[in-house]
């Protein structure tokens, strides 16, 4: 039985296992995929430990995506971008490292939510390693523009500077935000977590337009409940996204493309 694992701290509520069993079980792959729980600064050693045991693949999630990037052997471009890894994979002795998050995203607004995000002028709320995570494939999809707002500028100037080789992104502060409108606004802060809303201007969303919050919640986040408010065309959370990350880890680690919307729909009732 091949060994998997995603690596976090806190690790204990992350919904991996739940969904690399599922994608497991329907395309007749044996696997046992456990949490494992690093000490901060303890990463490499329990990584280490874990392939060195015999696993072949782990999922990393907070705060280790950075550490996961410095230890691979090799990475993707995509986690270049990102300078995170989500994804590690032992091939032949070498570790190789990706990051599916950006995939992720552009799979459920693309594929699942049949938004197209080519020609759109899009907006990116927060600057952190959320954002960083999904930059790289948002911009390969070819939006008109891609703002990204911060609180603190400098954080998404930064951003902007580093991701030019991918392309243009505009980084701006919230207030300067007022009076312009998007087809697509992304909330990629933490602001969700502690009920917060980012502060955004009043009339961002264009008629018809996608609100989605990369983080997933039983009930409208305070970012999702605005634009609501506002007649957004569609919202949704990052449940979606949860789970098109995880299937592009399955099919680097398998070689099968999972089917998503099922076990979508059973997190979705798990959660509620
Ligand atoms: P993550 O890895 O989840 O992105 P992070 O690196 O700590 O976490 O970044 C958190 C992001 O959410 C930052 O962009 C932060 O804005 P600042 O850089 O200005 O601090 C943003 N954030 C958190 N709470 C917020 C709130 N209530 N309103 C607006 N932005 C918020």
């Not at 990463?43 to 999922?59: E, I, K, P, T, Y």
């Not at 490292?97 to 995203?105: A, I």
């Not at 919202?235 to 680690?253: K, N, R």
Request: charged share 20%; net charge negative.
């Amino acid at each position: 039985t091949e060994r998997y694992a995603v690596i976090g701290n806190p690790v204990s509520h992350s919904q991996s296992p739940f969904i690399h069993t599922e994608f497991a079980s329907a395309s007749a792959c044996t696997i046992r995929y456990e949490k494992l729980y690093a000490e901060l600064g303890q990463f490499s050693v329990v990584a280490g430990d874990f392939f060195s045991a015999g696993g072949r693949g782990l999922n990393v999630t907070l705060p280790f995506k950075g550490d996961a990037f410095r230890l691979a052997d090799e990475v993707s471009d995509r986690a270049r971008a990102a300078e995170a890894v989500n994804t590690l994979s032992l091939r032949d002795g070498r570790l190789y490292g990706d990051n599916t998050d950006g995939v992720g995203l552009v799979r459920d607004i693309v594929q699942n939510l049949d938004f197209s995000i080519k020609g759109k002028r899009v907006l990116v709320l927060g600057a952190g390693g959320a954002v960083r995570g999904v930059l790289a494939p948002l911009l390969a999809e070819q939006p008109a523009s891609l703002m990204l707002a911060n609180r603190t500028l400098i954080k998404a100037e930064a951003i902007a500077h580093h991701f030019s080789p991918w392309g243009r992104v505009v980084a701006t502060g919230y207030a300067e935000l007022e009076g312009q409108h998007f087809d697509i606004v992304i909330n990629g802060t933490s602001s969700s977590l502690s009920g917060e809303l980012p502060p955004i201007p009043h009339g961002l969303f264009s008629p018809r337009a996608l609100a989605y919050d990369m983080v997933y919640s039983k009930g409208l986040t305070p970012f999702l409940q605005r634009a609501q408010g506002e007649y957004a065309g569609m919202l949704a959370d990052g449940l979606g996204m949860l789970v098109e990350q995880a299937a592009e880890s399955f099919d680097i680690w398998h070689g099968i493309r999972p089917e998503t919307r099922r076990v979508t729909n059973m997190l979705r009732e798990v959660l509620a």
